[in-house]
């Protein structure tokens, strides 16, 4: 886990550094028995959705591009972005141990609305995994080597982190008086974490607005 200090994350944070975000939920994946869960690679099918989410991009657009530590959440960023420099967020760390937080959510809510997360007991948990993990974002768009202005940002992640750092982004504008943050915690919550697909934050510095929309694989 990352333990270096977070730092304090605002509205005008995410419109000062970031043209773009995208948050995508790791494609479907292989499941051998007694694997561990953090070495699992794509399907078949996870390899075609991220070709999907991949096609409607514009190659090769992306400043810079994040994922977990899950092997399946990098295979991911690959595939959709073409980019092999893919920068490793620590804070998404998901352990094999049964008592990890983000663990025990998903045994008990796996085939729940998203929103049912946030209701858990230990959502604080998540939320603020999700809030370091944007931390680290925010600390390395600053070497982050721009096409133009303002970086584009991919991230690859599961399912409920996807969910909890589009959770985190909304928390902050909201809190800075932005509605579209609402709109966007509200989007989050009534998420299903079902297919892979992205979440896209679109950041308009000059008129302090904040555009939210989403892809879904064709297939």
Known sequence: MNNTSPITLTAETFLHHFSI??????GNSSITKGENDCERQLSEK??????????KQSGGRFDAVFASPLVRAHETARIATG??????LTSLDVSNDPSDPINVMSA???????GEYFKHELAEHLRER??????????ASGSIQRQDGRPKVFIGTSGILQAAIAWAIGEVLAK??????????MKVLGMKQCEAGVIVICFAESSRMVFVSSLEPSI
């Not at 999700?130 to 600390?139: D, K, Q």
């Not at 800075?176 to 915690?185: A, M, R, T, V």
Request: aromatic share 2%; charged share 30%; no cysteine.
């Open 46 to 55: 996870g390899i075609e959705q991220a070709k999907s989410i991949g096609r």
């Open 176 to 185: 800075d008086g932005i509605k579209s943050g609402e709109d966007l915690q």
């Open 83 to 88: 980019r092999e420099d893919i920068v490793t």
């Open 108 to 114: 008990m809510l796996r085939y729940a609305p998203l």
């Open 21 to 26: 975000i995208e948050i995508i939920h790791e």
């Open 130 to 139: 999700a809030r370091n993990a944007l931390s680290e974002t925010v600390a």
